[in-house]
Protein backbone atom coordinates (compact mmCIF):
# COMPACT_ATOMS: atom_id res chain seq x y z
CA UNK A 1 0.00 0.00 0.00
CA UNK A 2 0.76 3.46 -0.96
CA UNK A 3 1.18 6.43 0.77
CA UNK A 4 1.12 10.12 -0.45
CA UNK A 5 4.01 12.25 1.28
CA UNK A 6 3.73 15.92 1.04
CA UNK A 7 7.86 17.95 1.91
CA UNK A 8 7.90 21.10 2.47
CA UNK A 9 11.57 22.95 2.55
CA UNK A 10 12.29 25.92 4.45
CA UNK A 11 15.47 28.46 4.59
CA UNK A 12 14.98 28.93 8.31
CA UNK A 13 14.82 27.44 11.31
CA UNK A 14 12.70 29.93 13.73
CA UNK A 15 10.33 29.92 10.40
CA UNK A 16 10.24 25.76 10.33
CA UNK A 17 10.06 25.85 13.94
CA UNK A 18 6.71 28.17 14.22
CA UNK A 19 5.47 26.64 10.82
CA UNK A 20 5.62 23.30 12.94
CA UNK A 21 3.72 25.14 15.75
CA UNK A 22 1.00 26.75 13.19
CA UNK A 23 0.41 23.31 11.84
CA UNK A 24 0.05 21.17 14.53
CA UNK A 25 -2.24 24.01 16.46
CA UNK A 26 -4.25 22.82 13.03
CA UNK A 27 -4.95 19.03 14.16
CA UNK A 28 -2.30 18.20 11.08
CA UNK A 29 0.40 15.59 12.42
CA UNK A 30 3.81 16.12 11.44
CA UNK A 31 5.77 13.29 10.67
CA UNK A 32 8.70 14.41 10.58
CA UNK A 33 11.36 17.20 10.26
CA UNK A 34 14.61 17.31 8.66
CA UNK A 35 17.41 19.59 9.59
CA UNK A 36 21.01 20.19 9.27
CA UNK A 37 21.26 21.12 13.13
CA UNK A 38 19.47 20.31 16.50
CA UNK A 39 16.76 23.11 16.72
CA UNK A 40 15.75 24.30 20.36
CA UNK A 41 12.56 23.43 21.18
CA UNK A 42 11.46 21.45 18.11
CA UNK A 43 11.23 18.16 20.48
CA UNK A 44 8.43 20.03 21.83
CA UNK A 45 6.70 21.80 19.34
CA UNK A 46 6.44 18.08 17.21
CA UNK A 47 4.84 16.57 20.74
CA UNK A 48 7.71 14.12 21.00
CA UNK A 49 8.00 12.03 24.22
CA UNK A 50 11.23 12.95 26.39
CA UNK A 51 14.14 10.69 25.30
CA UNK A 52 15.73 7.71 27.47
CA UNK A 53 19.21 8.33 26.08
CA UNK A 54 19.97 9.47 29.66
CA UNK A 55 18.79 6.08 31.52
CA UNK A 56 21.13 4.21 28.30
CA UNK A 57 23.87 7.00 29.54
CA UNK A 58 23.44 5.94 32.91
CA UNK A 59 23.64 2.14 32.10
CA UNK A 60 26.72 2.61 30.07
CA UNK A 61 28.22 4.08 32.72
CA UNK A 62 27.96 2.10 34.92
CA UNK A 63 28.76 -0.71 32.91
CA UNK A 64 32.50 0.81 32.46
CA UNK A 65 32.69 1.34 35.99
CA UNK A 66 31.82 -2.32 37.25
CA UNK A 67 34.15 -3.72 34.02
CA UNK A 68 36.91 -0.83 35.35
CA UNK A 69 37.06 -2.37 38.56
CA UNK A 70 36.71 -5.79 38.13
CA UNK A 71 39.92 -5.23 35.84
CA UNK A 72 41.76 -3.68 38.10
CA UNK A 73 40.81 -6.13 41.02
CA UNK A 74 41.65 -8.86 38.75
CA UNK A 75 44.92 -7.46 37.28
CA UNK A 76 46.66 -5.69 40.85
CA UNK A 77 45.35 -8.19 43.34
CA UNK A 78 44.30 -11.39 41.73
CA UNK A 79 46.52 -12.53 38.80
CA UNK A 80 49.94 -9.87 39.57
CA UNK A 81 49.82 -8.62 43.09
CA UNK A 82 52.58 -6.35 43.20
CA UNK A 83 53.66 -3.82 46.40
CA UNK A 84 53.66 -0.17 44.49
CA UNK A 85 54.91 2.38 46.44
CA UNK A 86 54.84 0.69 50.45
CA UNK A 87 51.03 -0.20 49.50
CA UNK A 88 50.72 -3.83 49.69
CA UNK A 89 47.44 -5.03 47.43
CA UNK A 90 45.83 -7.68 50.07
CA UNK A 91 42.13 -6.50 48.85
CA UNK A 92 40.52 -4.45 46.57
CA UNK A 93 39.03 -1.94 49.21
CA UNK A 94 42.57 -1.18 51.01
CA UNK A 95 43.50 0.05 47.39
CA UNK A 96 39.82 1.80 45.95
CA UNK A 97 40.91 5.23 46.26
CA UNK A 98 44.07 4.57 43.71
CA UNK A 99 41.83 3.12 41.42
CA UNK A 100 39.74 6.07 41.77
CA UNK A 101 41.04 7.87 38.42
CA UNK A 102 40.82 4.90 36.56
CA UNK A 103 37.34 3.63 37.50
CA UNK A 104 36.38 7.29 36.75
CA UNK A 105 38.04 7.33 33.02
CA UNK A 106 36.90 3.71 32.01
CA UNK A 107 33.06 5.26 33.12
CA UNK A 108 33.50 8.39 30.58
CA UNK A 109 34.57 5.88 27.97
CA UNK A 110 32.00 3.39 28.32
CA UNK A 111 29.43 5.67 28.50
CA UNK A 112 30.63 8.41 25.79
CA UNK A 113 31.51 6.00 23.17
CA UNK A 114 27.91 3.73 23.57
CA UNK A 115 25.95 6.05 23.36
CA UNK A 116 27.14 7.39 19.85
CA UNK A 117 26.50 3.38 18.76
CA UNK A 118 23.01 4.06 20.41
CA UNK A 119 22.53 7.27 18.90
CA UNK A 120 23.67 6.49 15.44
CA UNK A 121 21.81 2.75 15.44
CA UNK A 122 18.54 4.65 16.67
CA UNK A 123 18.91 7.38 13.91
CA UNK A 124 20.02 4.49 11.38
CA UNK A 125 23.04 6.57 10.59
CA UNK A 126 25.37 3.62 10.59
CA UNK A 127 27.17 2.76 7.75
CA UNK A 128 24.84 0.40 5.49
CA UNK A 129 22.23 2.29 6.49
CA UNK A 130 19.34 1.89 3.32
CA UNK A 131 17.66 5.43 5.58
CA UNK A 132 18.43 8.26 3.96
CA UNK A 133 17.26 12.15 3.91
CA UNK A 134 14.36 13.02 1.29
CA UNK A 135 16.04 16.24 0.29
CA UNK A 136 20.25 16.39 0.33
CA UNK A 137 20.10 19.46 1.17
CA UNK A 138 18.36 19.20 4.68
CA UNK A 139 22.41 17.82 5.77
CA UNK A 140 23.61 21.58 4.39
CA UNK A 141 21.59 24.00 4.92
CA UNK A 142 17.92 23.66 4.36
CA UNK A 143 15.26 22.08 6.78
CA UNK A 144 12.59 19.94 5.78
CA UNK A 145 8.82 19.11 7.36
CA UNK A 146 7.58 15.57 5.71
CA UNK A 147 3.68 15.60 6.14
CA UNK A 148 1.41 12.43 5.37
CA UNK A 149 -1.57 12.93 3.42
CA UNK A 150 -5.31 11.73 3.25
CA UNK A 151 -6.81 13.16 0.47
CA UNK A 152 -6.18 16.64 1.87
CA UNK A 153 -3.04 17.54 -0.09
CA UNK A 154 -4.55 20.56 -1.62
CA UNK A 155 -5.26 22.16 2.31
CA UNK A 156 -1.65 20.79 3.01
CA UNK A 157 0.44 22.76 0.45
CA UNK A 158 -1.60 25.80 0.96
CA UNK A 159 -1.20 25.78 5.05
CA UNK A 160 2.88 25.05 4.41
CA UNK A 161 2.72 27.80 1.58
CA UNK A 162 1.21 30.13 4.23
CA UNK A 163 3.45 28.85 7.10
CA UNK A 164 7.37 29.97 4.60
CA UNK A 165 7.84 26.91 2.99
CA UNK A 166 9.89 28.01 -0.30
CA UNK A 167 9.17 24.58 -2.22
CA UNK A 168 6.75 22.23 -1.52
CA UNK A 169 6.81 18.06 -3.09
CA UNK A 170 4.39 15.95 -3.42
CA UNK A 171 5.90 12.51 -3.52
CA UNK A 172 4.48 9.01 -3.77
CA UNK A 173 6.30 6.21 -1.44
CA UNK A 174 5.41 2.60 -1.61
Known sequence: MSKKVIYGVYDDDDVILQAVKDIRAKGVHVDEVYSPFPIHGLDHALGLKPSRLAIASFIYGCIGLSLGVLMMWYMMIQDWPQIIGGKPNFSLLQNLPAFVPIAFELTVFFAAHLM???????????PGSSETSPDPRTTDDKFLMEIEAHGNEADLIALM??????????????
Open 116 to 126: VITYLMRCKLY
Open 161 to 174: KETGAMEIKEEQIA
